[in-house]
């Protein structure tokens, strides 16, 4: 790591000692001999004592020399020889680099001292690198600067005479006890990898007794400090991220199995449920929900990229989407229309890995689509290894033991780290649940303590973003009348919260949609958080029910549970509009739904006013839902339609200017306007030609189902 790095690393942290030594300081206006010899004398005084735990003789060393600096540069201080003017040219050039020099080696024995044991310990040969740097410059400096030309009593010139033969001879040093640990901690990564589990008794006498790591409060910290690493750094770091995961996976491991459960039931036991966690973004993208980048999207389906390839054309596409496209026998380019010259998919590597450190930094899942194309082989071997996979394993059953027989306090920890575990990565996310994992969790829904309420159903969420585990959820007895339950009666926001992000992640599976509305409570209780929740809590709700209205059976069910009059109040609500609206628009296909959307008294001024002021997406919606809405509701239903102020104006508008679903949908609008007998409802300028300028056929279309506009933007918030 570079020493830019280092200091990066050293100002998120601030050390108030720092800020104090980096304060601005002009060298030509203040006496040059006076700030260094303050600044080094500083320097020996903060860290002559400090004890470290790794460097050992590389900071003492380091320290030893500077006090030499002190001692010189007090000399010339007290003695009046270090005035401006009585210094040589070289001398004032040599000591603005010294400057420099006590500057940088600051941040490295800050570094030292503020940084993790088990950093340090990855980073042995790059820090010991450093700090021979350092004494490279030193040696440098000295032997550049005019000693003979300075006055110094004998026996200063003497020290720094001495200090400058040392500093030639000074070799690399890396402390041999400090590498053997390391390769020790390799090992164990090695073993894991092999499929083996360390002994308890090597993972003790390294972490305890070689290490000084004596409670689950400082392998916490150990952890949180490498989590921070692979975060910050964005893939330029050595070991390589998917290595330190490894490591992160390891101390974890150890922090259950040697430390056990006992200080955090403490901590909860007074309450202190609630500290953040440091280094990983966890509750930030639920907060805000950020809109996918748009050039991470996939221009056919609009989703998140999994696997991102180049067509010949030179334009990206999701894998999945782009083969979908060409098995049905189109043979050019979605976007541009242009031939494709041939059929090969090059693998976009850089997008991919743009999505990856993206999804990482803002806390999405990013899984990888399954395929047997060498590159996608390739590309998973760059993910997390194995021996990453396999501590989480053997964590994972630790965890699920203490969650099936512990204590109250132990089931609700095993809970939030299961939950963290499943934050990433479908591996987790599969042998959790078949470990055994979701009859537990399930169990822990009904609990009194709102924290293992909390931890139970957003673990469960987390689990059922991996497709297989979405049957394993429906499928164990009870489990969706207790997510429901939760949703409807959960002891905290949060937990109702993510009990309807986890009833949207079910619904996409068609199958499972019904058995969901059909769950006394569900539909009522998204239709109440839709209505009242947090920007947070109408997002997971309105996603949910607009998965839901996908399924035709359901529209009964939603007029019954009062979804509907959410769903139009909702069109006010710029955070959810889009897809209420893309909701309303599949449940007026069918008569039903109709008559009630057209009984709601700000329905179709709803739908106008998002023609108006919406997202593109959102006009898309908005017009297909009033297309339907005469289309099926009857003359009643046309007439309201008709009569709603502008709406001539606004079709003209996405005529000309909408995105061609909007243009398609509004050609068609003006065609039922044509229909009509009553002339003025022709709107004066807006003819026949006009009308149909948006598309040339003149039927009715039969693909509005797969033509709604789905949110793509919205990923299931991991959290």
Known sequence: MATAAIFSSLRRR??????????????????????????????????????????????????????????????????????????????????????????????????????????????????????????????????????????????????????????????????????????????????????????????????????????????????????????????????????????????????????????????????????????????????????????????????????????????????SSITRWMEEGHCTCPKTGQMLIHTRLVPNRALRNLIIQWCTAHGIPYDPAETTDASAESFAAALPIKAATEANRATASHLIQHLANGSQGAQTIAAREIRLLAKTGKENRAFIAEAGAIPHLRKLLSSSNPVAQENSVTAMLNLSIYDKNKSRIMDEEGCLRSIVEVLRLGLTTEARENA????????????????????????????????????????????????????????????????????????????????????????VRQPIGAEAVGKEEMAVAGLVAMMRCGTPRGKENAVAALLELCRSGGSAATERVLKAPSLAGLLQTLLFTGTKRARRKAASLARVFQRCENPPLHFGGLGVGYAFAGNSTTNRDSSFADDVSVPMSISVPVL
């Open 14 to 319: 601030r050390s108030p000692s720092l800020e104090a030594f980096l304060a601005p300081v002009d060298l030509t206006e203040v006496t040059l001999v006076q700030t260094l010899a303050a600044i080094s004398s500083e320097l020996v005084s903060s860290f002559s004592n400090n004890v470290f735990f790794f460097q050992r003789r590389n900071s003492r060393s380091l320290v030893r020399k500077i006090e030499i600096f002190v001692v010189f540069l007090e000399y010339l201080r007290d003695s009046g020889s270090g005035s401006m003017s009585s210094l040589p040219s070289t001398a004032i050039l040599c000591f603005k680099e010294l400057y420099l020099l006590l500057y940088r080696s600051k941040i490295v024995l800050d570094y030292c001292a503020q940084s993790s044991k088990l950093w340090l310990l990855l980073q042995n040969h790059s820090i010991s690198g450093h700090f021979h740097d350092l004494n490279q410059e030193i040696s440098t400096l000295l032997d550049v600067f005019p000693i003979n030309d300075v006055q110094l009593s004998d026996d200063v010139r003497e020290q720094v005479e001495l200090l400058q033969k040392q500093a030639r001879k000074t070799k690399l040093y890396v402390d041999k006890s400090d590498e053997n640990l390391r390769v020790r901690f390799f090992s164990f990564l090695n073993e894991f990898e092999n499929g083996s589990i360390p002994n308890h008794v090597d993972l003790r006498l390294f972490f305890v007794e070689r290490l000084g790591i004596r409670d689950a409060k400082s392998c916490r910290c150990e952890i949180e400090f490498l989590e921070e690493q692979i975060v910050n750094h964005e893939g330029d770091i050595e070991p390589t991220a998917s290595v330190l995961n490894g490591f992160v996976a390891i101390t974890r491991y150890c922090r259950f199995l040697l430390f056990g459960f006992e200080e955090d039931e403490v901590q909860l036991a007074f309450g202190n449920q609630k500290k953040p966690r440091k280094g990983l973004i966890t509750r930030e993208i639920a907060d805000t929900f950020l809109t996918i980048p748009k050039d991470f999207c996939c221009p056919i389906s609009l989703d998140l990229m999994r696997d991102p390839v180049i067509i010949s054309t030179g334009q990206t596409y999701d894998r």
């Open 500 to 587: 309807a992000a986890t009833l949207f992640s079910l619904s996409a599976v068609h199958d499972y949609k019904k058995r969901i509305a059909d769950e006394g409570g569900a539909v009522e209780a998204l239709a109440g958080l839709l209505r009242v929740g947090t920007p947070r809590g109408k997002k997971d709700a309105v996603t949910a029910l607009f998965n839901l209205s996908t399924h035709t059976e359901n529209c009964a069910r939603m007029i019954e549970a009062r979804a509907v009059t959410a769903l139009v109040g909702a069109l006010g609500n710029e955070g959810v509009a889009e897809e209420a609206a893309g909701a309303l628009a599949l449940i």
